[in-house]
């Protein structure tokens, strides 16, 4: 909106959210920047949507400061509240309304009137694909139009900050990369979104990402720097008895993780070994195995070295 | 502007929620109708026909008049003829007659020397005339039954020897202001609106917030800058039109079926109802913060609903109950309506008659909101 916008939309340092003993959020320090889709990755219960309900205020931090475009949280959520937008993580529109009449009550809670509102409203629908459903009840809707509905309702009052609580868990992958789609015209157009999500390929599109396990944040940064930073080595071998070499391999000196996929065991070596590909030709477990190489790291490996997921 | 606009918002949101929700509206009207008309012609405290035995022992004449005296007064109707006292027993146990009239075979001579036929007026210390002339055995775990029979004690039997019976002079004369004829419709219709409205009412209200939790609305909700006091006020709205509404079918069914008055102070019963509905809505909103689930709420509202039927005075008299049972009954408001509206319907009361009622009305729809709007909370924790 103005030119005085802080660069930093959210900032928050040590914030702690513990629940009757559990640290839920344990020690984040976040600075999410104007203009780019911030997401928070994680298994489900590390703590991904506690820290965003802190952001917005919904749960009061046990510990920790948090500052939203240039707010104090929790101390002025309801100032905040004009200014962002918020998906819930289920659907949480009302499903015995109309996609207009949820709009339309919407657009009034938020204060918008006159020709703004209509303008808004019609924008909306056209943008979200919802003017030919605009009749038909929220509840009786497929899981991706409801996605619609529910992103449309969120960005009606334009705020330049969107929170999105993992928004593509109930909709096919069609919806989903079209969800996307929206999401960068809504960065274009200046808006910043923080976004969580346990889907890998997300993940990889969103400008930077927080690693959350246990309610730590393991790593952040860009994907792709966080791939060239991830401290070890892909290979990937193919032959039989993959189950059997995994177990062999698993623990031994210098592996950090192995994996299958599909016909193939995805193994990741610590980068101190200069080269992995001919460390584990060398190795006798990997006898009989058709082809090993080397190969592109992608965010699951990143993920699997940053949180514990591949040391048990 | 924004408050009152997200009050209305929110208001056409329930109506158009309430609208849908066929059964529900089904039974905003179907409630107070169906109960009236049940009540209104079920509930009766002047009890007839009583079922009862009869064990005539004396066979005569004289017994059968007897017998039908006591029929004629309608009191008891006579069911069954049993020969012993130990069948009339077992009737009575089993339930097939509430009470047993057993006539002695020396009837005849009990009758002709009872002061009951109004010959003449024996010394009391007399063995002889002092002795009843038949016996009743009853069920007395029913009061009301036991009371009933217990009315006929000192039936006069002049009429045997086809006399008029003696003017007795009563001791104290009874003048019944406002229900001469002892109607019981006249005491039941207006209270129901008191139970009725406590049901919907606290039921709706109490429901209200927690369906919003429930369907999953409320973290979006409270994400949104909408403010407690707004979504409380705009929540309301839709069921003050609903009680007004049930309140008017009550009391017009009310008027044509049981000719049951609204009274001169009309504006006085709808200043009273919309009080009425309002502290009872105010009620539902505090329940609906406590409940979690829709279940807990309606389990808080029979909570609330069976002392408000038992103890208001709507079905026994308030003055009747121990001192710390009206205390309790003084904290629920259908107590205080229950004065109210028989008040304004049934004996020309005004507000101002019944002040202290308003006013602990008044402040009981304060206190409820304010309690409600601060234990709701724009947060999940």
């Known amino acids: 909106m ?91 529109l009302y499903g015995d309304l109309t996609v207009l009449e949820n709009l339309n009550f919407m657009a009034t809670i938020y204060g918008l009137h006159g020709k703004y509102r209509k303008r808004r409203i019609a924008e909306v629908l056209e943008r979200y694909e919802l003017t030919d459903l605009k009749g038909r009840f929220a509840g009786k809707m497929s899981g991706g139009q409801r996605q619609r509905l529910a992103l449309a309702t969120a960005v009606l009052h334009e705020p330049p900050l969107l929170f999105l609580d993992e928004p593509t868990s109930a909709v096919d992958p069609e919806s989903r990369r079209h969800f996307w789609e929206q999401l960068f015209d809504l960065v274009e157009a200046g808006t910043s979104i923080v976004v969580t999500t346990h889907f890998m390929d997300e993940a990889e ?61 995805r193994v990741l070596v610590t980068d101190d070994i200069a080269d992995p590909q001919a460390f584990l030709e060398d190795k006798p477990e990997t006898d009989g195995a058709s082809l090993i190489e080397r190969v592109r790291p992608n965010l699951e490996d990143v993920f699997v070295t940053a949180t514990g997921e591949g040391r048990q | 502007m924004r408050p009152l606009s997200r009050i209305a918002a929110i208001f056409f949101k329930e109506l158009a929620q309430l609208r849908r929700d066929r059964m529900t509206f089904g039974m905003v009207i179907m409630i107070p109708l169906i109960q009236l008309i049940l009540f209104g012609y079920a509930i009766n405290t002047n ?98 039954i036991a009371g009933a029979i217990k009315g006929l004690r000192n039936m006069p039997l002049a009429e045997i020897f086809r006399q008029a019976p003696n003017r007795s002079t009563p001791t104290f004369e009874v003048a019944l202001f406002f229900n001469p004829e002892q109607r019981t419709a006249i005491n039941i219709v207006p209270g129901l609106v008191g139970i009725i409205l406590t049901m919907t009412m606290i039921m709706f209200t109490s429901a209200a917030i927690v369906r919003e939790r429930e369907r999953g609305n409320m973290e979006m909700l409270i994400n949104t800058p909408v403010r407690p006091m707004e979504l409380m006020i ?15 079918i009550i009391l017009g069914l009310g008027h044509l079926l049981f000719n049951v008055p609204f009274g001169d102070k009309i504006l006085d019963l709808f200043a009273g109802t919309l009080l009425f509905i309002g502290a009872s809505l105010s009620l539902g909103l505090v329940l609906s913060t406590i409940a ?34 009206q205390y309790i009954a003084e904290a629920l408001p259908a107590t205080h309506f229950m004065r109210m509206v028989r008040g304004f319907i049934l004996r020309d009361a005004g507000l101002i008659d019944l002040h202290k009622d308003v006013l602990w009305m008044c402040g009981f729809f304060v206190l409820g909101m304010a309690v409600a709007a601060l234990r709701f909370k724009k947060r999940l924790d």
């Open chain 1, 205 to 265: 599109r969103c400008h930077k990402i927080a690693i959350m396990e246990s309610g730590q944040k393991r790593a952040d940064g860009a994907p792709k720097d966080l791939m060239a930073a991830m401290g070890a080595n892909v290979v990937e071998i193919e032959g039989p008895n993959l189950r059997d070499i995994r177990r062999k391999l698993l623990g031994a000196e210098g592996i950090v993780a192995a994996a299958q996929l599909g016909a193939r065991l």
């Open chain 2, 47 to 144: 009890i007839r026909d009583i079922p009862v035995a009869v064990v005539d022992h004396s066979q005569t004449a004289i017994s059968r008049i007897l017998i039908q005296m006591v029929e004629a007064t309608r009191v008891v109707k006579v069911t069954e003829r049993l020969y012993s006292i130990e069948e009339a027993q077992d009737a009575i146990k089993s339930a097939r007659v509430r009470a047993a009239f057993i006539l002695p075979d020396d009837l005849a001579q009990r009758i002709v020397r009872s002061p009951a036929t109004g010959f003449e007026t024996p010394p009391s210390t007399d063995e002889e005339t002092s002795r009843p002339v038949a016996q009743w055995i009853v069920d007395g775990s029913d009061t009301m």
């Open chain 2, 292 to 325: 979690q689930t829709q279940l807990q709420a309606t389990q808080m509202t029979v909570f609330v609903l069976m002392p408000s039927i038992l103890l208001s005075g709507f079905m026994f008299p308030y003055e009747g109950m121990p001192v710390i049972a």
């Open chain 2, 234 to 248: 705009g929540k309301i709205i839709p069921y003050i039109f609903i009680g007004l509404v049930q309140t008017g």
């Open chain 1, 2 to 92: 103005s030119e005085a916008k802080p660069e930093i939309v959210v900032s928050a340092s040590g914030l702690v959210k513990s629940f009757k003993g559990f640290r839920a959020v344990d020690g984040l320090d976040l600075t999410i920047e104007r203009g780019m889709i911030y997401g928070f990755l994680g298994p489900n219960g590390s703590g991904k949507t506690t820290a965003m309900r802190m952001l917005t205020g919904l749960l009061t931090p046990t510990e920790g400061k948090v500052e939203v475009l240039g707010l104090s949280v929790p101390k002025d959520a309801e100032t905040l509240k004009y200014k962002i937008g918020y998906m819930t993580q289920s659907f949480s």
